[in-house]
């Protein structure tokens, strides 16, 4: 079945430390999406993809870092220069092209906790 | 980005009819109403969309005011994996940045 896949499911690190959170999708699909969710709150775009090898900042782009070497892939590194990176990390997928209500397919999500 | 409003949390019964309203008055026209649900620990998931016909598919049915300020998305007979919060999320077609802008949502609580 096609799909996206984040990994791992949940996560700890040492604060200071960087970590790179995984998404990799099967759908074909040439836009890529990061969103963090802080608890009781909606979902807030951290950086987006919509072809290999270019990505643009979202709302909340600082602290964060990606890359979309392939278009399967589209990794997440959470730096030391962000605050407060405790949150439940969430990856998406959707077709591209002219129409932008095209639905987005989200993955199961990361949560990362910072120790 | 245009705002939607949203109550924080309903509760319905097991195989009643839900009806879970969304207000966006400064809506414009080329803005298309999409939702989406969450349930406890997973991605969210896209229900429907339209933008300004009544929409129906297997999940739920959307209907849109004929001003367009305000919507509702119809569980015709709800299950308690309907349980989710809900969100109801403007996107301009065809330009403006990419994403989707998500707001607080409506948690639905089934009983049984």
């Known amino acids: 079945d096609g799909g996206i896949t984040q990994s791992p499911k949940y996560l700890f690190r040492k604060e200071g430390q960087n970590v790179t959170l995984s998404c990799e999708q099967n759908l074909n699909h040439d836009a890529m999406y990061w969103y963090r969710q802080d608890p009781g709150q909606g979902l807030r775009l951290i950086y987006y993809s919509q072809i290999v090898n270019d990505f643009q900042k979202g709302d909340i782009a600082e602290g964060y870092s990606v890359s979309r070497e392939k278009k399967e892939s589209f990794p997440l590194t959470v730096t030391s220069a962000q605050k407060n990176p405790t949150a439940f990390y969430l990856c998406?997928?959707?077709?591209?092209?002219?129409?932008?209500?095209?639905?987005?397919?989200f993955g199961d999500g990361t949560r990362l906790s910072i120790l | 980005d245009a705002k939607t409003t949203q109550p924080n949390s309903m509760e319905s019964n097991e195989e009643e009819p839900v009806h879970l309203p969304c207000n966006h008055s400064t809506i414009s026209g080329t803005d298309y109403i999409h939702w989406y649900r969450q349930l406890p620990s997973q991605g969210p998931e896209y229900v429907i969309h339209g933008l300004t016909s009544n929409v129906n598919n297997r999940m739920a049915s959307l209907a849109i005011a004929e001003d367009r300020k305000s919507s509702t998305l119809i569980l015709h007979r709800a299950t308690l994996r309907d349980a989710a919060v809900y969100y109801c999320?403007?996107?301009?077609?065809?330009?403006?940045?990419?994403?989707?802008?998500f707001g607080k949502g409506t948690h639905l609580i089934i009983q049984p």
């Open positions: 999320i403007l996107r301009v077609s065809g330009g403006g940045a990419d994403g989707l802008t």
């Open positions: 998406a997928s959707r077709k591209a092209g002219g129409d932008s209500n095209q639905p987005q397919h």
